[in-house]
C-alpha cells in the first residue's frame, strides 16, 4: 500500500492513486469524449482493466511530451496486455495528453498469446465501464482511429461484471443510449511513454526505448515501481 507521503507526492504530479492502481490526468479538452458516462478518461479504465492480470495493482504514469505507451515488454505478455481494447484504451491515453500513439503491430510486437479482437480474457472489474469504441475492431486499419472511434461513440456502454466476446456482450452488460448520459468531467491518464513520430501511427519498436525519431514507455507498471519512485522523491526534497 502507498504512505501518505507518496499519495501526496503523486498528487504533486497530477497522478490519481485509487487502492492499488494509479493513473495521471488526461489534458486535451477535445477529447473528452473519449470519457466514459462515470466520468472515468480512458486512462484509468485501461490501468483498471490491466490490473486484473496483476493482483489488483497496476500503475501508468504521466506522459512526457513527445512520448506514448507502448505495448508489453518481452516475457510480460498477459492477455490483459495484449488486448486490442486495452490498445485502444492506451491509445486513447497518449491522445488526450497531446501526444501519439503506437500502431497494433509495433504495439503488440512481443504479445505470444492469441487474445482475439475485440475481446478482453476476463469480466471487467467493479466500477468501471468500457466504452463502446473501444471494442472496434482495429485489427482491420491497424491502428486506433479517432475519427471512427468519436463517430461510434462511447454507448452502449460494458458493465461490471460482463465478459466481452468479441464486439457482442449479453444485454445485461451494456447500457442503451436511450438510459445513459455521457460526462464531460475532467478525469485521468494512464502508462508509461514513448516517443513517436507522428500525430497517429508512429513505428518504433514496441520494447521500452527509443529509436532515431521515437521514445517508448511501457503501458504500464505492475507492483511498486510507482511507490519506490515516489520514496525516491521524498528522499530527495526532505
Request: glycine content about 8%; overall charge negative.
Amino acid at each position: 500500500m502507498l504512505t501518505s507521503a507518496v499519495l501526496t507526492i503523486l498528487t504533486l504530479f497530477s497522478v490519481h492513486v485509487l487502492a492499488d492502481v494509479t493513473w495521471p490526468d488526461c489534458t486535451v479538452s477535445s477529447l473528452n469524449w473519449t470519457y466514459n458516462s462515470l466520468g472515468q478518461n480512458p486512462c484509468e479504465v485501461a490501468a483498471f482493466l490491466q490490473s486484473i492480470c496483476y493482483g489488483g495493482e497496476f500503475h501508468i504514469p504521466a506522459l512526457p511530451q513527445g512520448r506514448a505507451y507502448n505495448g508489453p515488454a518481452y516475457g510480460d505478455s498477459t492477455l490483459c496486455k495484449c488486448s486490442t481494447i486495452v490498445y485502444s484504451l492506451l491509445s486513447a491515453c497518449d491522445a488526450c495528453q497531446g501526444d501519439p500513439w503506437f500502431n497494433w503491430k509495433d504495439f503488440s510486437g512481443n504479445c505470444t498469446a492469441g487474445q482475439p479482437a475485440s475481446s478482453f480474457p476476463v469480466p471487467v472489474p467493479a466500477g468501471i465501464r468500457v466504452p463502446q469504441w473501444a471494442l472496434i475492431d482495429i485489427t482491420v486499419e491497424g491502428t486506433w482511429d479517432s475519427t471512427q472511434s468519436y463517430a461510434v461513440g462511447d454507448l452502449p456502454e460494458v458493465l461490471p461484471g460482463a465478459l466481452i466476446n468479441g464486439t457482442s456482450t449479453s444485454t445485461s452488460s451494456v447500457i442503451p443510449s436511450s438510459t445513459a448520459t455521457t460526462s464531460t468531467s475532467s478525469s485521468i491518464s494512464s502508462s508509461e511513454p514513448t516517443d513517436t513520430a507522428t500525430s497517429s501511427s508512429p513505428s518504433p519498436s514496441s520494447s521500452a526505448g527509443s529509436s532515431s525519431n521515437v521514445g517508448a514507455i511501457g503501458g504500464g507498471v505492475a507492483g511498486g515501481l510507482v511507490a519506490v519512485s515516489a520514496a525516491a522523491l521524498i528522499l530527495f526534497f526532505f
